[in-house]
Each structure stands twice: as structure tokens, then as C-alpha cells.
């Protein structure tokens, strides 16, 4: 197992390099690159978003582990991820509201604060500290995937005044290196834990001044903004309106639940799954996010001019690489008769499979959900994805350890044929709708069906 994570590892990440460097010989520069301006505003948000987002990566390759080097059963470890996500589900909720009424700024510090809480907590062996850990983990991951954002938007338009055009550029460029952060992040992760033999609390640690200088910098560089706030309960009004009265983006929220719930039990399933087999843990992390880059280079090569496939199409060949996936794993975890190195392949494939889903998804909701409702249908999105993930840890907690783990991947396989009928009826419904196609390159009509 640890012969073929490094293999793995060196196989993804030359791969992920040959595509990144042909991309990068062909793309034109825009613009918006040679803005002397703009890429001192770029790296004034870079320096502290680019810092938070490590921060956060260098802790997932040992979470479980973490808690497994406390003696802790798997089913007190399910739970500890529940209040995760419990947790996540309710501050995402007020998210929004909460750094529009704090300031965006404000609300970078304390995320910065409130995570640097929550790495503490790991030091401690009491399972309640450790479950008030993680809701300060809950918390900081709201706020890190709300306030950054809002912070940079509002900077761009109202204070520089920059063309709108240019924000796409910025976050397609972040979500690059947030890619090869996490990359970084596992094989740093490895380093500080094993390597250096510090154990998997290292990387909790290593972590707090990453954030403490992420805050330092956001507080010294970045001025404060702040937004007109709209009414909790218009927003989730409004996003329910939406989501009843537009077929399509009903279905488009069901395979998000769907899909992204069987994500999360993912998250939680890898480690036990190969960690009893001597796999590095933070290299086998590091190789899931090359899988997941390289998914998103063949994203963009799969719409690009010389193939010119629309996201729809992707987003289906996501969902069947993750049912083909699933239905392997049920045969590689059978008691007695488990397989790490095909079950570490349908990990690779399921990274993979995100990497096309995630931004094929992100173009689909563009176009499909208006742009004042977003806030509010996502908030709906977002509760039936987080019950179906605790629902299903849950499941977990109360089965066997010895067929638990293979149940639980029969019963994702079940969601995720389930996210293809509903892939499946999306589809027919956007048959013939050309918003929803990426524009021809060559501004020529295009208009193939998808």
C-alpha cells in the first residue's frame, strides 16, 4: 500500500503538471493579467485567502486518525463528525447575514480566531472539548467560504472599481492553488506527523500560525466593508419561491444533496478503509486532490474549443464515475476479503469524478438560479445535503465495524443511482436550452443538443 500511494501520488501529479503547463503555453493573456493594479489587489487578497485555505487543508489528512489516537470508538468518532456537520449547516445558514452585519474584514479576523480555537481543542483527550472543537470548526468553515469571497467582491467593484468581467479570473485562478494547496498541504501533513514522527496532532498545530498570520494581514491591509442587509427570512423565502416554481432548479438541488452527502460520508470512510493497511495518510490525501485536479483539468479541456462538451454532459459522467466507484468499493471492503489497493483506485476515481462535478455544477447554478436568490436557495440546498451526510454517519454509528463500512457503501451507491435519475430528468428538461451551454469560443453559433 505505501509503494502504490507514492506511485499514485507521482503518476497524478505529472499528469496534473503536463495538462497545467500546455494549458498555461496556449491561454492568451487577458487584460486583466497586465493591470499593474489589479494584481497588487489580487495579491493583497491572495496572501491571506491563499494562508486560510492551507490552514484548512493541513488538517484533513489526520482528523480521523487524530481521534483513533485517542482511543475513541468508530461510532463516538461518527458522532464527532456530525456535529461537524450539523454545526456547519447551522452557521452556514446566518452566514451571510452575520459578515454583512459583523464586516467582511471583521469576519476574516475571527475566522482566523475561531479556528485557531478549534486546532487547540485537538491537543485535548475530553471527548466534549473536543465536540465544542467541532463547532468552532463548523463556524470557521461558514465564514471561510462567505466572508473571503464577499470581502474581495465588494473590494473589486465598489472600491476599485474594476470591470465585474475580472472577478471570474480571480477565483478560476484560487481555485488552481487551492488545488495545489492541498496537495502541499498532505505532503506537509506527512511530514510533520510521521516523517518527523510528531504524531497526527502535528498538523493541528502547524496550522495555528498560518491562521494567525492570515489574520494579521487581513487586519493590517485590508480596509473594512460592509453590505445592506436582507432580511433572514426574505432570503430563505425568497430561495424556496425559486426552488418550487423552476423544475430545473429543483432537480439541480437534488443531485447537489444527493451527490455532496455521499461525498461527506467519503470523507469520513477513507481513513479506516486504508489506514489499517499502512497507508501514509497524508500522501494518499495529497493524491485524492491531484485525482481531483486533474478532474478539473480535463473539465476545462473537455469545454474547450476543440471539444466544446457542455457541463451537463459532465456532471452525468461524474455521477456514473461515482456509481461505478461505489459498486467497487462494496466488493474491495468485504469482511475478510478487503482489497486496499482497489479500494485506494475508487477513492482516486471518486476525486476525479469531483473535479469534473464541481465546477460543472458551479456553471449550472449560475445560469440556472437568478442572483438575488442565490443565497437563499443554496441555504435550501445546503440542509437536505448535511441530514443525508449525519443521517447517514448515524447509520454508521449504530452498525458492526466489520460490515458497516461495506453497508454504508452499498447504501451510497443506492443515493448516487438515485442522483442519476435525477441527472436523468434534469437533462430531459434542459434538452433544448441554450442558456445552459458553454458559449462557442469561436462566436460562431453553436447549438448542438446536450
Known sequence: MLVTAYLAFVVLLASCLGLELSRCRAKPSGRACNNPSFLRFQLDFYQV???????????????????????????????????????????GLVASSLVDWLGRKKSCVLFSLTYSLCCLTKLSRDYFVLLVGRALGGLSTALLFSAFEAWY????????????????????????????????????AE??????????????????????????????NWGENYDRQRAFSRTCAGGLRCLLSDRRVLLLGTIQALFESVIFIFVFLWTPVLDPHGAPLGIIFSSFMAASLLGSSLYRIATSKRYHLQPMHLVSLAVLIVVFSLFMLTFSTSPGQESPVES???????????????????????????????????????????????????VLHDSDRKTGTRNMFSICSAVMVMALLAVVGLFTVVRHDAELRVPSPTGEPYAPEL
Open 153 to 188: 467582491i465588494h473590494e473589486h467593484v465598489e472600491r476599485h472599481d474594476f470591470p465585474a468581467e475580472w472577478i471570474p479570473a480571480t477565483f478560476a485562478r484560487a481555485a488552481f492553488w487551492n488545488h495545489v494547496l492541498a496537495v502541499v498541504a498532505g505532503v506537509a
Open 344 to 394: 485506494f483506485i475508487a477513492f482516486l476515481l471518486i476525486e476525479l469524478a469531483c473535479g469534473l462535478y464541481f465546477p460543472s455544477m458551479s456553471f449550472l447554478r449560475r445560469k440556472v438560479i437568478p442572483e438575488t436568490e442565490q443565497a437563499g436557495v443554496l441555504n435550501w440546498f445546503r440542509v437536505p445535503l448535511h441530514l443525508l451526510a449525519c443521517l447517514g454517519l448515524l
Open 191 to 220: 511530514a510533520v506527523a510521521c516523517w518527523m514522527g510528531l504524531g497526527p496532532v502535528a498538523p493541528f498545530v502547524a496550522a495555528i500560525p498560518l491562521l494567525a498570520l492570515a489574520g494579521a494581514l487581513a487586519l493590517h
Open 49 to 91: 485567502y491563499f494562508l486560510a485555505l492551507a490552514a484548512d487543508w493541513l488538517q484533513a489528512p489526520y482528523l480521523y486518525k487524530l481521534y483513533q489516537h485517542y482511543h475513541f470508538l468508530e461510532g463516538q468518532i461518527a458522532i464527532l463528525y456530525v456535529c461537524g456537520l450539523a454545526s456547519t449547516v447551522l452557521f
